[in-house]
């Protein structure tokens, strides 16, 4: 499967790109917990089916050390023991951030104020930049058809 653009052949993609992954990188080095960081990003990619995210943040979060067992029970966190409660909180956020049509009113008060007993500010910023992010770029790959399965642990640090 070929991909219908190739971002990086592309001179006005590849620069507004470079830009737009700098976000990325600034965010890994945020007070987010890295296991929190790579959880939220597989969520969302899942929620969005981006193969190409999905195939990523699951490799780099088992670089990372987590678990087969946290991993492969993402897609069924509110039935899995296996998450903290902080995670959880920052999964439902990101879940709600992620599917603001279907919320309709996007994140309730609720959620947030979960979201807000475990994280600070600096943290609670780095999480919606992070959901936000990542479904920007779950869109950029989705919308083109970027292929997954190769990628390799560290490939855009």
Partial sequence: MDARLNYFANPAAAKALKYFMSVGRELKESPLPTTTQELVALRVSQINGCAVCIDMHTKEAAA????????????????????????RAALELAEQG????????????????????HY????????????SFMNTVNRLNIITQQPAGDYQVGQFH
Avoid at 67 to 82: D, F
Avoid at 98 to 108: C, L
């Fill in 64 to 87: 990372a050390g987590e678990s087969p067992v946290r991993l492969n029970l993402i897609a069924a966190w509110r039935e899995a023991t296996v998450f903290t409660a902080a995670e």
């Fill in 98 to 117: 992620t599917r603001v049509a279907d919320a309709a009113t996007g994140v309730s008060d609720d959620v947030w104020a979960r979201a807000a007993q």
């Fill in 120 to 131: 600070d500010e600096d943290q609670l910023t780095a999480l919606v930049l992070l959901v």
